[in-house]
């Protein structure tokens, strides 16, 4: 399995609240995501990174932020958290992006009330 | 741009029947496409893919898809289903070139019946 650690694994918190979620490979992978999974929707692309301090915006990315200052690491934050974001959160890498499998963490369960 | 539309959000089979779970995608270059598979509480794991070469690809578990680019589909088929093959099942588009973006498709939930 490629060596992908989410943290947490589950989180609860309350509406308006900063969250930081992360992201840690030791795939030296270039290309890394974030995704949201609700039922129904699949998985939503929030953001994504293609390399250190290069991120652009995916589907779904109001009231996201990234952050990539190392290869390894990738930094997700809700800024003021909100019920609707409540969600499965997976991180995801590419090693080319485009023509390589995404290869998954997984998983962060937060819960925002 | 890409998009992917999974064409059934469930499908019952017995178990010994073939699987069919239908993907139809729309990308404005060649496109890499990808069947993942998800058990419940569980995260994704990769099928297999098509990136440009043989048309029939063979994955995991008895899977496999044909890439057919004049219907802009991307069908994943198995001859006999087991129980075992119970989840949930994505389609992936990603372009070959212009973008980085894996775009999802919404899941087909497959029921294996006994």
């Known amino acids: 399995d490629a060596g992908i650690t989410q943290s947490p694994r589950h989180k609860v918190t309350e509406t308006g609240t900063p969250v930081t979620l992360r992201c840690h490979q030791t795939?030296?992978?270039?290309?890394m995501y974030w995704y949201r999974q609700d039922p129904g929707h699949g998985l939503r692309l929030i953001h994504y990174s293609y390399g250190v301090k290069d991120t652009d915006k995916g589907e779904v990315s109001d009231g996201y932020s990234v952050s990539r200052s190392k290869t390894e690491d990738f930094l997700l934050t809700l800024e003021s958290a909100t019920s609707s974001q409540t969600s499965v959160y997976f991180c995801?890498?590419?090693?080319?992006?485009?023509?390589?499998?995404?290869?998954f963490g997984n998983g962060t369960r937060l819960t925002v009330t | 741009a890409q998009s992917v539309t999974q064409l059934d959000s469930h499908v019952s089979v017995s178990e010994g029947t073939p699987v069919l779970l239908r993907c139809n995608y729309s990308s404005s270059y060649s496109p890499s496409l990808f069947w993942y598979v998800q058990h419940p509480n569980k995260g994704l794991q990769l099928l297999l893919k098509?990136?440009?070469?043989?048309?029939l690809v063979k994955g995991i578990n008895g899977f496999e898809a044909e890439f057919k680019k004049s219907e802009t589909s991307f069908h994943l088929t198995k001859p006999s289903a087991h129980m075992s093959d119970a989840a949930e099942y994505f389609c992936v588009v990603s372009a070959t070139s212009g973008t980085y973006k894996y775009i999802f498709g919404t899941g087909t939930r497959l029921k294996v019946l006994a």
């Open positions: 098509y990136t440009s070469a043989a048309t």
């Open positions: 795939e030296n992978h270039r290309y």
């Open positions: 995801a890498i590419s090693d080319r992006g485009q023509d390589s499998p995404l290869h």
